[in-house]
Structure formats: C-alpha cells, structure tokens
C-alpha cells in the first residue's frame, strides 16, 4: 500500500526564517513520483515541484529547495528566508507507475508566516 | 487564459437533495479529476476519468457520480445518497503521457459544499 505522511500539522515562523516541511512516503513500487503542492488561501493548488524516483538530485528553484533521500523515504521541502506570502498548506503527494495519475496525497502542513 | 473552472464557489444544500458542481477547463488535458478535502485531511480521489465516456471510481466515490461527455467538461453530482457531502471540492485535470500519467495537476478554486 502507498501511504504519504507530513508529521508537521501546522508551523509557525517569522519572516525571514527558514523552514523545512518533511515528508515521508511509502510503496513497494521501483518507480513512483513525488510532488509538492501548494494551497493558498484562495483554495486552489499549484504545482511546485515533480521528481521521479531515479532522479535522487536535490533541486533549488529560488528559495524554494527539495531533498529527496531514498534511503529515508523522505522528500522534505525547505523554504529559505520565509515571507508572509509564503503561508499556505503544503501538500506533499506520491504517484506510482501504472496507478493512472492517481495521486496519494498527505494530510498537508499548515505553515503560517508572521511578519 | 488557460485554466480550470469550478462553479459554484459556495453552494448551500439542503439535506436530501442531489447538487451538481460544474468543472470545465480550456487546458486540451485528457485526464480530469475530483478530489473531496476535509478540514485537516488530505485530498481524497472521488472519481477521475482519462477519455470522454469513460471514468473510473476513485477511493471515496459512494454517493457521487460524474459525466464525461465533453473533453472539457467534468461534472460532479452529490447525491442524497451521499452521508456527509458537507466538503471543499476540487477539479483538477492532467495531460497523459505514455502509459503513465505525468500525475502534475492543474487544479481550480474549488466548491464549497454546506449541507444544511
């Protein structure tokens, strides 16, 4: 069975600070995607990022950086100098081959940034 | 633009009555897909669909049901049946790729659903 977990309910930072959301994942699958999405307020999630699992590199876009581990099942998502247009839910999603694009999705990381 | 639409954005209902949440998009995706979101959840799959006249259930699809007779159309109904509609509702749609969906999704604002 695949499963995603974001341990981190909700968190709570001030501007400029940097913040990591983990995420851990699980499947038997060799071949398999993990996603980071984000939900603003407005209600709507937007892609942030897609790695597949034979591409371990890390990826920076910004102040936006991934870190995938195989070893760990984790994918975290770490977001350098926080701003308040940063707070939103973070879901963290897993796709495996074959499963028709469905997407498993973890229960999302609320994180809130003050200025 | 391109994009997903979803409609109504709040919509009340009283219990016992089936509801019809609209879902067009303009993307040229293939794939289409509705995702219920409850408070401190995830996102759980309704129904998604990869061609028109043809859709699959997704984990929680009792007491909802879809068309898909336009390419760009998806719509979902909420029906009597269904025990706690009361729920956020997102669209979402993706392009196939292969044999393997790319699983990046497009979504739209979503409906709120308040059962009274």
Known sequence: AQKVTQAQTEISVVEKEDVTLDCVYETRDTTYYLFWYKQPPSGELV????????????????????????????????????QVVDSAVYFCALSVGGSQGNLIFGKGTKLSVKP | DGGITQSPKYLFRKEGQNVTLSCEQNLNHDA?????????????????????????????????????????????????????????????SSIIRGQLLTGELFFGEGSRLTVL
Do not use: H
Not at chain 2, 44 to 62: C, H, M, P, T
């Open chain 1, 47 to 82: 892609f942030l990022i897609r790695r597949n699992s034979f591409d371990e590199q890390n990826e920076i876009s910004g102040r936006y950086s991934w870190n995938f581990q195989k070893s760990t099942s984790s994918f975290n998502f770490t977001i350098t100098a926080s």
């Open chain 2, 32 to 92: 289409m897909y509705w995702y219920r979101q409850d408070p401190g959840q995830g996102l759980r799959l309704i129904y998604y669909s990869q061609i028109v006249n043809d859709f699959q259930k997704g984990d929680i699809a009792e007491g909802y049901s879809v068309s898909r007779e336009k390419k760009e159309s998806f719509p979902l109904t909420v029906t009597s049946a269904q025990k706690n509609p009361t729920a956020f509702y997102l669209c979402a």
